[in-house]
């Protein structure tokens, strides 16, 4: 079985007998024929560049999953670390307070309202 696509088939037949609008005919099949394998060579290159954006992509919405999770252990951290400031600021205000250090317990509670 012949292997030849069919629009070079069609050409070859054209140009059996000769005749010169059919050697143009043929002339232009072979032509078609060969701007139609150019476009589909550029949809296969194009089409592994989707495949290879498809990849980048879901690589990076993997890394922006690990960094949406680190940034929430973060702010928890920071947010602990405010509460544990806060709650020794004020042991230390009350402290001052027993000691009669009022101006100083006073500053102490103004560092926390910064």
């Known amino acids: 079985m012949n292997q030849q696509p069919e629009a070079l088939r069609l050409a070859d037949a054209l140009e059996e007998k000769e005749y010169p609008p059919r050697r143009a005919a043929a ?9 139609n394998e150019d476009h589909i060579q550029q949809l296969r290159k194009e089409q592994l560049e989707v495949e290879r954006l498809h990849s980048v992509n879901a690589q990076l919405l993997e890394a922006l999953g690990a960094l949406e999770e680190y940034s929430k252990r973060v702010g928890n951290v920071a947010s602990n670390l405010a509460a544990i400031a ?8 009350k402290l001052c307070d027993g000691e009669g250090l009022y101006m100083t317990a006073a500053a102490i509670r103004a560092r926390g309202q910064l």
């Open 27 to 35: 002339d232009e099949l072979r032509r078609l024929h060969a701007e």
């Open 86 to 93: 806060a709650a020794e600021r004020e042991a230390c205000a």
